[in-house]
C-alpha cells in the first residue's frame, strides 16, 4: 500500500511556512509511515517505534530543510517546493538516519553504493544526504564511477583496439585496481591518514574527458558511491543465446553485449566492497532515453552544446546494448542479498514506491 502523500504534503508546506504539526498531525504522519507496509520494512518503523522516528525524523526536518531548499537542484515553485519536502522527508531524512545507524553497527567507514540510469537522481541524491549527514556530525565524500575513469590517453589507446568502445563508460574503461585501491583506504582510514581521491572533469579533450588532480580527504565516515553501473553483476552467457530486448538486434550487438558481460566480472571486486546497494530505478527503462532529451534541450536552451534527438538516441542505445537493464538491474530489484533498498522513480523523477528486495507486503 503506497502513502497518500497528498495528505503529508500539505503538512510539510504548513511547517516550512512556520506552521509546526499539531500532536494531531504528527500522528496523522506516523499513520501515513505505517500505512506503507513496503517503506516501513525497509527503514525498520514499527507500531513500536514508530512515535521515536516521527520525533527523530521531526528534528532533522526543521534543521535541514533551508539548506535543501537552497541548494542548485531544485525550482522554487509551490509545485516543486512541495516535491522536494516529499522526497526530503519520504526517502531522504529515512536513508540518511538508516545511514548513520549502519555505520555505527560497522564500526568502520560504511560504503554505500547508488545505482541509477540517466535522470533517476543519483548525484542529487546523493549531493542532498551530504547536507543531511553532515548536519549529523558524519563526514561524508561522494565518489562517481566516472572518477575511476582511465585516463584520456589509455582510454585512446583501448579504443585503438577495441574500435566498439565509442563513448567512454562502458565496463573495460574504467581502472578498477585504482577503484579497489581507493576503496579499501577508505575502508581501513587507520592505514593512510591522507587518501588521493580520483577526479574526472568531462570537458577536457573536447569532452572525451581526462582525470584532474586528485582531492586530498581524511577522515571520511561515510562514502556515497553511484554510478550508472555500480553494484551490477555479470549474468549468465547463455542469456546471450536467446531472445534479447531491443535495440540488442545484430549479431554484432550480441557480441557486443556478451564481451562487456564479460568485461563486468573484473568489477565484482570492486562491488565487494560495497557494505550497502541501493537502486534507483524508473517505472520505465525508457523514461532515462526521454529524461536524456529533455536535459540536452534545456542545455541547447541555455546556449551551452548539446547533442541532437537523434545523437540522444544513438548514446542511450549504446549504453543499453552495453548492459540492458531488463537484463541486468532489473534481477537486482529482486534480490536481497546484493540489494538493500529499491527506489522506483516516476516520469517527474519523483521516488514511488520504496521497498527492500525479498519483503512483498
Not at 32 to 55: C, S, Y
Not at 281 to 309: C, F, H, N, V
Amino acid at each position: 500500500m503506497k502513502r497518500d502523500t497528498k495528505s503529508v504534503g500539505p503538512i510539510l508546506e504548513q511547517w516550512v511556512s512556520g506552521q509546526k504539526p499539531n500532536p494531531l498531525e504528527s500522528q496523522q504522519l506516523l499513520a501515513f509511515e505505517l500505512a506503507d507496509h513496503l517503506k516501513a520494512k525497509a527503514f525498520g518503523i514499527t507500531e513500536d517505534n514508530g512515535e521515536q522516528v516521527i520525533q527523530a525524523r521531526s528534528h532533522l526536518f526543521e534543521i535541514v530543510y533551508p539548506d535543501i531548499l537552497a541548494l542548485p537542484y531544485f525550482e522554487t515553485t509551490p509545485e516543486t517546493q512541495q516535491k522536494t519536502l516529499l522526497c526530503l522527508w519520504n526517502l531522504w531524512l529515512p536513508e540518511a538516519i538508516a545511514l548513520v545507524s549502519y555505520r555505527k553497527q560497522l564500526g568502520r567507514p560504511l560504503i554505500q553504493g547508488i545505482l541509477g540510469g540517466q535522470g533517476t537522481g543519483k548525484t542529487t541524491l546523493a549531493a542532498v544526504l551530504s547536507v543531511i549527514l553532515q548536519k549529523l556530525g558524519e563526514r561524508t565524500l561522494s565518489l562517481s564511477i566516472d572518477d575511476l575513469y582511465k585516463t584520456y590517453n589509455e582510454r585512446q589507446r583501448l579504443q585503438e583496439q577495441d574500435p566498439r568502445l565509442i563513448w567512454r563508460g562502458p565496463p573495460g574503461t574504467h581502472d578498477v585496481e585504482l577503484g579497489l585501491q581507493l576503496l579499501d583506504q577508505l575502508r581501513s582510514p587507520s592505514s593512510t591518514p591522507q587518501i588521493l581521491v580520483p577526479r574526472f572533469d568531462k570537458s577536457a579533450f573536447g569532452g572525451a574527458g581526462d582525470r584532474i588532480s586528485p582531492e586530498v580527504v581524511e577522515s571520511i565516515d561515510i562514502v556515497l558511491f553511484e554510478g550508472w553501473f555500480v553494484g551490477v553483476r555479470p549474468i549468465e552467457p547463455e542469456v546471450f543465446d536467446g531472445s534479447l530486448p531491443e535495440p540488442i538486434q545484430t549479431l554484432e550487438d550480441r557480441e557486443f553485449a556478451r564481451d562487456m558481460n564479460q568485461q563486468l566480472k573484473r568489477y565484482v571486486p570492486l562491488w565487494e566492497r560495497l557494505d550497502r546497494l541501493m537502486v534507483l530505478y524508473p517505472t520505465d527503462y525508457r523514461l532515462s532515453q526521454q529524461w536524456r532529451l529533455q536535459a540536452e534541450k534545456q542545455m541547447i536552451a541555455q546556449g551551452k552544446s548539446g547533442m541532437g534527438d537523434a545523437q540522444i538516441r544513438d548514446f542511450v542505445n549504446y549504453f543499453w546494448k552495453a548492459l540492458h537493464p531488463e537484463l541486468f538491474i532489473t534481477p537486482l530489484t529482486r534480490s536481497p542479498n546484493l540489494v538493500d533498498l529499491v527506489v522506483e522513480i516516476n516520469s517527474d523523477h519523483t521516488p514511488d514506491v520504496i521497498y527492500s528486495p525479498g519483503y512483498t507486503g
